[in-house]
DNA sequence: AATATTTTTTAGACAAGACTAAAAATGTTT
DNA sequence: AAACATTTTTAGTCTTGTCTAAAAAATATT
């Protein structure tokens, strides 16, 4: 009976609200960096001191979720890396289920979706899948790990990369700030639209482009939060 | 721009997640009694201790949403009753969309309505309200606040209080334990039937009834959990 | 009215998660 | 290699929410 139960408590995740936030961000960081992640890239990311950092990354290491040694940064383990994928794939599915079916802007999404990642029952979000019709892309373009953790990345690159006559389809933001969206909204840019470089100025890195069938002329940060699948 | 940002901060409620759940539990203890709330019957409401109530109870009476005068209970202010009425308010709706989208049956609903009560985004939860069509009532036919947190109760009695021949329709349950609910389910007892008493038992109040054009007999324990409307 | 019982509050402790300040380790220049 | 700068860890403190044990107040019983 005590295996039984304690088992039932594994399958629903024993990580309080704030190891969440941790493996979340540390997953996010790791994706890129092919070392350890950083104490201070942790503290940075989830605005909190790096000492605290110090603090949680010892408690999940004693629950095997990453390897930590002193001053070398860490790593998630594979049960780490499933913990906070399913985070992420709950985090993603709430920001469809906004937008398809509450009316919520892109750009309104996210902090609804922080609360919403942390909410513990399989049955739940699994359903909300299945409502959605098991949709791969959240609204910022952001892949969905599935029931596993599992996520197929998709060959994308920013558009400040292309060259002049490529062309290609706006798939996703890399910075999904509210600030930048609205932006996009104003200028009429979505996902799913053809994007085709005229010019790129070497003066300043801004490119004249054509999308949803209107020139237009974009600064290079723009660029190079836009991404474009050939 | 101080004076702003605090009053945005009130509108999404400033209350922690253990603060909400005293609210809503002494709300719901306060609609039966009339005296004050008493700390016994809160912490046995929780599962907590009554010298954990004592400290909260004293925090809560800072933030003005509750009267206490020591050893002598608590009552909620309006400011109180509104907060609590809008958690039920989201708790009810939840519990209506796992019901209605979700396909959850009513026995599964509570546990997760009890996280989701806490998330903190008024369009989310109007939203909600709106594509399920601003229902009234929840799934166990407990009535839903509305946006300003008034209830309109309705005329109802326990099935137990009825007498031979008296007939009425099933609107609701006052226990809504997983295993009563499966009960009914087992009996195809379901609300919105019409129901008539035939026979009462003196002996032990059993009760024999018609529901769902069935007839059954029906111990006091389930006729004092089945609410009536005439 | 005095005594016993129950309820409530106080006092002190603890765990989680955060912070500051200072020490230690690592990395970078000279 | 030594000095300087940055990163990370440690030590100690704080807040929130909980607990146990003991004291105080309110109720109930004799
Ligand atoms: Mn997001
Ligand atoms: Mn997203
Ligand atoms: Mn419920
Ligand atoms: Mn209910």
Redesign the interface.
Known sequence: MQKIISLHHKLESMFSHSEENYLKAIYHLGITSVNGVSTNAIAKKLSTKASSVTDMIKKLAEKKVLIYKKYQGVSLTEEGKKTAALIVRKHRLWEVF?VE????NWD?VH??AE??EH???S??IN??DA?LGFPKFDPHGDPIPDTNGNLHLIEKKLLSTLQINETGICIGVKDSSASFLQFLDKQQIALGQEVEVLEKEDFDDSMTIKINNKKMTVSNKIANNLYIQK
Chains 1, 2 share one sequence.
Do not use: G, T
């Not at 079916?101 to 919520?104: I, T």
């Open positions: 906004l079916k509450l009316n919520f309104e902090d609804v609360q919403l909410i513990k029952s049955k739940l359903e909300i409502l």
